[in-house]
Every structure is written in C-alpha cells, then in structure tokens.
C-alpha cells in the first residue's frame, strides 16, 4: 500500500480551564504547510507561537491528508 500526502495542517489545542465541570479545549489550525516539514519543525513552530497566545498549550497535532493507494 502507497500513501501519497496531499496536504499536512498543524492543529494547536489550548486548555480553556473548565466550564461545568468539563474540560474545554480551543484548536487553532495553520493550514498550508509543507509536505516534508518534519514533526520537530511543527512542534517548534507551535511552541514558538505558542508564546503570543494567553492559555497553556494542551496538545500539538500534526493532521495529513493522504490518498491511498494498493
């Protein structure tokens, strides 16, 4: 099976604190990044920007969009 990536996006999740007892999470996506970019580049992106946002950095995710081929 062959993975050929279309796109790849960096989702940032921010903790929110809690609202009515469950926990809240706001993403933030930056879309357009380059295929090849390495996961360490995209976690050094997202803490870099991480530094201009108000609430703590929840999770960092690397989101691909890929076709499938047999």
Do not use: C, W
């Amino acid at each position: 099976m062959a993975k050929q990536v279309e796109r790849v996006a960096l989702r940032m999740e921010f903790d929110l604190g809690e609202v009515n007892g469950r926990k809240k999470i706001q993403s933030k996506t930056i879309s357009s990044i380059k295929k090849d970019a390495t996961d360490q580049g995209l976690y050094g992106l997202a803490t870099s920007l991480h530094s201009l946002q108000t609430n703590p950095l929840h999770s960092v995710k690397r989101v691909e969009t890929a076709v499938l081929t047999a």
